[in-house]
């Protein structure tokens, strides 16, 4: 069984910083190295949206508008994790916040509908 699950999220003042992980399990035959993986974020009452995905080459990362120049996707092919740097958040990034993986994913076409494994989400809230 392929299991995603996401760690780090939190309460964090506007401005303030957090680490998102997510370890993923399970993938025996094609492994996580041959995964794209992506984070998207869903706020209530809003559509999920895909913030940023890393080609399973490591080679492209791509960024939405609204987290470029502040967020950073990182993977780690020998712990089997992808990584979420979040700096200089706004109470706009409240949201729960999902990893998702796509079979040789290389992230040039970044649609939902691609993602195969999914994680069950962090709550992430920014508030003072």
């Known amino acids: 069984e392929v299991q995603l699950v996401e760690s780090g999220g939190g309460l964090v003042q506007p401005g303030g910083s957090l680490r998102l992980s997510c370890t993923v399990s399970?993938?025996?035959?094609?492994?996580?190295?041959?995964?794209?993986m992506a984070w998207f974020r869903q706020a209530p009452g809003k559509k999920r949206e895909g913030i940023s995905c890393?080609?399973?080459?490591?080679?492209?990362?791509y960024y939405s508008e609204s987290v470029k120049g502040r967020f950073t996707n990182s993977r780690d092919n020998a712990e089997n994790t992808v990584y979420l740097q979040m700096n200089k958040l706004p109470t706009e990034d409240t949201a729960t916040y999902y990893c998702a993986a796509h079979f040789a994913g290389n992230c040039q076409t970044f649609e939902e509908r691609l993602f195969e494994y999914w994680g069950q989400g962090t709550q992430v809230t920014v508030s003072s």
């Open positions: 890393i080609a399973w080459s490591n080679d492209f990362i």
């Open positions: 399970g993938l025996t035959y094609d492994g996580f190295d041959r995964h794209g």
